[in-house]
Every structure is written in C-alpha cells, then in structure tokens.
C-alpha cells in the first residue's frame, strides 16, 4: 500500500498571503513557484503529481513542504548562504583610495583606472567598479575660485540681497566688460562627419582683423541688456558708458550698480559725487560669478559669436549692437537667482576626506 503524503495546515493570513505572491509578477520565479508549491501540498494534491506539474524532483517537493511546516511563508525564500569569499573587499577599497592620494609613477601627471591597476597588480574591471561605486570620476575636473577677501560674507550679502530683495523705488544693474572679442575671419558650412551625420564645419585657420570690447550692463529686474561697443577699456571708456547708460533711464530712480574690482570701476569717487543716485557695490575679491551679468555674458558668446565669422571690427560691432536688440526682444528675462547658500569654495587635500 503506497504511504500517503503529509498533510499540512495553515492559518487563513499564510493562505491569503501565498495566494497574493502567486499571483505576482513581479516576484522572482522561484519564489513564485514555491508559493504554488506550498498551496498544492495544503490542498492536498499528491506529490507526484506537483513534481510534475512544476518540473521538478519530488524530493524537491517534500523538501519545500516540511519548511514551510517549520518556517511558515519564510520558506519561499532563499536560505542565506555564505556565498563566494570576496576578493576585492574594504582592504582593496583603503588601498586604491590610498594609492589615488600618492604621487602617479614617473611620467604620468595622474591617475587612471589602468594605471591603478597595474600599479596595485590587480584587474582593471574591478578598480573601475570600485570608482563607479564611489562616485571618483578621474577623467573630469572642475576649477574652483577661492576668495581670500577677509569681507567676503558681508559683501556677498549686500549683493545677494540686491538680487532676493531691491530697494524700493530703485534700479539694480549688474554691470561688467568683456574685452577682447576678436573679429575672426573664416571659412564656415555644413560638413559629413564620419557617422554619416551632417555637423556645422569651419576650417582651421582664421585671419584676426581686430578686437573690441563691450560694456553690458543687465537690469535685474527685467533682465534687459544695455550695451555699448568700444576700442578701449579704460576708465574714461567706462564712466561715458556710465552716463549714456543714464540717459537711456529714468533720472527720479535710486541706482545700485554691482561690479568686480577691475581697477577702472575703482576711484570714480568724483563722478559718484556728481550722481548722488548712483551707488556702487563690489564683488568679493576672486567672485566675479556674483555679478549676474557673466550669466548673460555666456548666453551671449554661445549664440553670437561661437563658430561666427567677422571680416572687420565694424561687422563683429554691428553683429553684437544686432545680438542685444534681439535678446531684448525674443530672450530678456530675469534671472532667478538659485544659490541657496553664498560660500568660499574649499578644496579636500584628499580623496579619504571626501569618500568616507
């Protein structure tokens, strides 16, 4: 007479909650498959027939049902296992942190995944994963400007507040030049790149006819741009900007100008003290990203004079007098200024400070 299969028991939360993991998708199959298992045995199908419907041993069936008699629904689960020893473990993490903080080998300015590799003796695939885990990226680099100024937070509050909360009855202009534009000259089109796609193409040798500068000064609350072409850049050229920018504005207006410490914005007191309305405020030494206006300075060298071509000053001045109409037109918004917190940029001396 053949022995009849175990009979098992479960309360109604266990059934309703295998009955819940079977019918899941995204549950891992093999736990799917237990749960079915297990249900199979508490309805009390024989073992046979389960080992055939689910393809497997039916020692294998026995073996999920007397665990889940002793573990309950734990039992779809795997059992924790040792698993592999690992090889490249917090011992291989200290060193390659540790060996990024050293000197590179003779002829080598840095570091990289390979180098590491060779140098520790190890496989490259896991210093890269290690680099990826840690976040170390060492092909990209970052500057940083670090101001020394010994009054850098009460400056960079005055200015941040011009931006957050300006006076009353008042304008706030940020204010600053850009020399040396060059007038370059050269032969421009569309090109077939190697991929098959069509790209912008521009030969490279170029003829320079000649440089100018440009004033800009931005209105913060508009973000309107007010412009001026010049030669030179000395203090003269910069105070007439001044006054040309103040005839273009209202006069019963209070105007706070934000500027860098170029020497020419310095030592204006007598021109100040003909524009009793005119209040300067400077950034921190080493802070110029202070002034908004290096902000539209960049939208500016992107859309009008990269991949440009000038053949003399008068065309480069036309060029830039036309950009500043259209922005004002099409593009003058103002800036949000999104910079939470206003602080000298501090290097790590090493990689350690920064990982853990």
């Not at 749960?35 to 689910?54: N, S």
């Not at 896991?126 to 940083?144: D, M, Q, T």
């Not at 020419?264 to 007191?269: E, L, N, T």
């Amino acid at each position: 007479m053949p022995r009849k299969a175990k009979v098992i028991t479960c309360t109604t939360e266990q059934r309703k909650e295998l009955e819940t993991i079977k019918r899941q998708r995204t549950r891992e199959a093999r736990q799917v498959e237990r749960a079915g298992i297990i249900l199979m045995c508490l309805d009390g199908i024989p073992i046979k027939d389960i080992a055939e419907k689910y393809s497997v041993r039916p020692n294998t069936v026995i073996a999920i049902r007397d665990r889940f008699e002793r573990e309950g629904v734990k039992a779809i689960y795997d059992k924790p296992r040792s698993g592999r020893p690992v090889k490249y473990g917090e011992e291989f993490r200290a060193k390659v942190l540790k060996t990024l903080e050293e000197k590179p080998p003779e002829g080598y300015s840095q570091w990289d995944g390979p180098l590491l590799a060779r140098h520790l003796k190890v496989s490259v695939h896991a210093v890269w994963r290690l680099l990826r885990k840690e976040g170390i990226c060492l092909a990209r680099k970052r500057s940083w400007c670090v101001s020394t100024d010994p009054e850098f937070a009460c400056k960079a509050a005055d200015i941040v507040g011009l931006y957050l909360n300006p006076p009353e009855n008042a304008i706030v202009l940020s204010i600053d030049e850009k020399p040396s534009i060059q007038a370059l000259e050269r032969t421009r089109g569309y090109v077939f790149a190697s991929n098959g796609k069509i790209v912008r193409g521009y030969r490279s040798t170029y003829k320079r006819n000649g440089t100018l500068n440009l004033f800009a000064a931005l209105n913060v609350a508009t973000g309107e741009i007010i412009g001026k072409v010049t030669k030179r850049k000395r203090r003269p050229d910069f105070l007439e900007f001044m006054d040309d920018l103040l005839k273009e504005l209202p006069v019963d207006k209070e105007y706070h100008v934000i500027l860098d410490n170029y020497c020419i914005h310095k030592r204006c007191d007598k021109w100040l003290s003909e524009h009793p309305n005119v209040y300067f405020h400077f950034t921190p030494t080493s802070a110029s990203w202070l002034n908004m206006v290096e902000i539209w300075f960049c939208i500016f060298t992107r859309k009008a004079l990269r991949n440009a071509s000038f053949s003399s000053c008068e065309e480069l001045g036309k060029a830039i007098e036309a950009y500043i109409k259209a922005y004002n037109k099409n593009d003058a918004h103002p800036f949000v200024w999104r910079k939470r917190e206003v602080h000298g940029s501090q290097i790590k001396n090493n990689i350690s400070n920064l990982c853990n």
